[in-house]
């Protein structure tokens, strides 16, 4: 059986890379639409080796006939075009924030949560999570299958192309900037982006906190359980592609390093990759283009019962964004979630 599948904002940076993963994972398609604003309309994008795509209107396009929509267009226009898909019968699977802490809309991450699913039908909607919570929890599913995580602190070191094409072409412009002594203004981030870190990733809240780090909070709460105690530093640094999380975790029980290993190596989507000599760690250049959750730096925590740190690596444009929404729908066709639509 196969699927008719539509691609909103696939002109963006994700949005070419679910093309792309849709592709090389043989998704079931019989037919597919790539769709974007009308600044775009008319241009081209690749979807596997040797086909191209015109794209489409999103104001125009008809989603009725369609079997899913993966949205990635930014979070107001998903706030009005992926209801409208959802009504006329087309499964929606949205990479934005716009309907992450719905109540009736799922957050799922398939190696974490697939029974979450089983929801999606109230709004015919399905949420893909922020790509910093993505990575983490496959991280930690195993740990609290097991152990129970009771609390989190994490850093991020979050990649530029998490700002979309445009924070890649920023950082581009002014790392070129930087050596000919040209000063160039930030528009993308509140400062510069070269040879920096900046510790803010969307706005600040009231409790002094940002919306970034809040999502990682209520994410994790929502997807993991409820009464885990989450807080979360999240940094921009002048890396291309690839977010990095210093992940630190209390939990109810006692474990060993050793026993949180071999957990993590059997863990779907996850890949161990830490050897306690110079270099035996992942970071982010070796992560880009990969689909696994790296984790690394494998260690006690001393500093509270039952501790345990470690670093943890991943493609946010594949895990984090695409690969993670391909997956969920994926996991739809496997649980026989989706009737085809009549041709």
């Not at 992940?247 to 830490?274: C, I, Q, S, W």
Request: glycine content about 6%; charged content about 25%.
């Amino acid at each position: 059986m196969s699927f008719r599948v539509a691609v909103v904002g696939a002109t963006g940076a994700v949005g070419r890379e679910i093309l792309k993963t849709l592709a090389e994972r043989d998704f079931p398609i019989s037919d597919i639409a790539a769709i974007a604003s009308a600044r775009t309309t008319g241009s081209q994008v690749s979807f596997g080796e040797d086909r191209v795509l015109t794209v489409q209107n999103i104001d125009k396009f008809d989603f009725t006939g369609w079997d899913i929509a993966l949205f990635s267009p930014g979070a107001a226009v998903s706030a009005i075009h992926a209801p409208r898909a959802a009504a006329a019968g087309c499964v929606v699977i949205d990479n934005t924030s716009q309907f992450r802490m719905d109540h009736d809309v799922p957050l799922v991450v398939p190696e974490v949560n697939p029974e979450a699913l089983k929801k999606f039908a109230k709004r015919n909607i399905i949420a893909n999570p922020n790509c910093s919570t993505i990575q983490m929890v496959v991280a930690l599913k195993p740990l609290h299958d097991r152990f129970t995580v009771k609390r989190i602190v994490v850093a991020t070191y979050q990649s530029v192309s998490g700002a979309g094409r445009e924070g890649m072409d920023e950082l581009f412009n002014s790392t070129k900037a930087f050596f000919v002594n040209d000063a160039t203004k930030p528009e993308q981030f509140p400062k510069p982006i070269a040879f920096n870190v900046i510790p803010q990733i969307d706005i600040f809240m009231d409790d002094g906190a940002t919306k970034e780090e809040w999502k990682m909070a209520v994410e994790t709460r929502k997807i993991l359980g409820p009464d885990i105690a989450v807080i979360a530093t999240c940094v921009r640094v002048p890396v291309f592609i690839g977010h990095a999380e210093a992940v630190h975790v209390e939990f109810e029980k006692p474990l060993t390093v050793a026993e949180a290993r071999a957990a993590l190596r059997h863990a779907p989507g996850v890949v161990v990759m830490d050897d306690r000599l110079d270099g035996g760690y992942i970071t982010p250049a070796e992560c880009q283009g990969e689909d696994a959750v790296y984790v690394s730096r494998i260690r006690k925590d001393p500093t509270v019962p039952n501790g345990l740190a470690f670093w943890c690596v991943s493609d946010n444009l594949r895990k984090g964004a695409a690969l993670n929404a391909v997956q969920i729908a994926e996991a739809l066709v496997a649980g026989k979630y989706l009737v085809r639509k009549a041709a």
